[in-house]
C-alpha cells in the first residue's frame, strides 16, 4: 500500500469545487502529505498510521509430517480406513485408543551358541534394570510398567516407547538405555519390535536350512534368521583358516535388496555376528524376477551339430530374451525357507512412527 488515504476532487456532490473526503468518517493522518508527489513512497504518510488489527487467521491444516491420529478430530487417516469396513463401526473407539500409545521397546537376545557368555554378562549386568525392585517413574511422575518376559524369542519388552527412553533424565532410564546400546553394537541383543520377530520366528529355521530372504534390508529379520541357523555354532573366525568351526551350519541365508545402498546398511548390519556371516550371502537383485539356481536353463543345439552317434553335440544357452526353465513354469526349487517382507504403505507402524 503506497498511499496512506484516498481524496476526492469537488464537492460532496460531484460538480466541482474543493477537497472534500469522499467518506466523511473516514480518520485521515498528516495532511501535509502529497501523496502524489515523485519524491514520496508513502512512508512518511505510514509512519503515523497505526498497525491495523490483527485479523482472525484461517487455521490451515498440518503438514503432512507433522500429523498425528488425533483423539479430537478425525484425521484422513481414521477416514480412510473406516471407509475400507476393515472392523465393526462399534471397534473403532477402541482400535484408535490402543493405536495412538506409544509402542514400547522390545528385544530379543541372541541364541548363537558364541555369544553365550555374552548374552550371560548382559543379563547379569542388567539383573536390576530388567527386575527392578523399587517402581520407576517416568519425567511426568507416572509409575511405568516394569519390563515384561517375551520366551517365545527369548527377548524382552519395555514399559516406555523409545523416545521416553531416549529423552528421560531418570537415571533408571538412563542405565537401560546405556545398556542397549552397548549389548546391541556387540551384536549380543537386537533391538527388533514384536510383530518383527514374528515371521522369521514362524519359520523356525534350522541350522541345516536354505533360507532365501527378499526385501532383506534393514536387516532385523536377517539377523533373527542367521541367530537361528547358527545355534549350535561355536566358530570364532567364520571359517578363514579353511576348517569348519564345531557346529557350524550346513545351511546358509541369501538376503536380497534392490536398493544398492540399502545392501550396504544390510552388511553392516550383519557384521556384528562375527562368524555367523560365513553363512550369508547378500544379493542385489529384483526379487519378482529371482534366478532359480537349482534350476538349469533350457539349452539348444548349435546350428551345425554334428549327427547323433558321432560325438557330443555342442549346445549353447537360449538368448536372453527367451530363457526358459526346463521343468516347466513352477520348478522345485533350492530354499527350505522363504521370507518375503515387501514394500507397503506402512500404515501398520502408525504406533513406532505417528508422523505418518
Partial sequence: ???????????????????????????????????????????????????????????????????????????????????QSILPDGEWDTFLQHLRKPLPVTFRLSQMASHRHGVAEALAEARDLLKPRDPVYNDQGRQIAPPKRLDWCNGWQLGCDKMALKFSGQPAMHDIQRWLVKYNSTGVLTRQAVDSMVPAQLLQVEPHHRVLDLCASPGSKTTQLLEALNIHNFGDGGGGGGGMSAGAPTGCVVANDINPRRCYFLVRRCAALGAATAALMITNHHAQWFPNSGVPLATTTTPGAPKPGS??????????????????????????????????????????????
Avoid: M
Fill in 1 to 83: 500500500v503506497k498511499a496512506a488515504k484516498r481524496r476526492v476532487t469537488g464537492e460532496a456532490g460531484g460538480d466541482g469545487g474543493g477537497d472534500t473526503i469522499a467518506n466523511a468518517n473516514k480518520t485521515t493522518f498528516n495532511d501535509s502529505v502529497d501523496d502524489n508527489a515523485d519524491n514520496n513512497d508513502g512512508s512518511a504518510a505510514l509512519a503515523d498510521v497505526p498497525p491495523p488489527p490483527k485479523q482472525q487467521q484461517q487455521q490451515l491444516p498440518p503438514s503432512w509430517w507433522a500429523r498425528t491420529l488425533s483423539a479430537h478430530s478425525v484425521t484422513h487417516f481414521e477416514d480412510y480406513y473406516r471407509r
Fill in 311 to 356: 560325438g557330443p553335440a555342442p549346445t549353447a544357452p537360449l538368448a536372453p530374451g527367451a530363457t526358459r526353465e526346463e521343468k516347466g513354469r513352477y520348478p522345485e526349487g533350492v530354499y527350505d525357507r522363504i521370507i518375503c517382507d515387501v514394500p507397503c504403505s506402512g500404515d501398520g507402524t502408525l504406533r513406532k512412527n505417528p508422523q505418518i
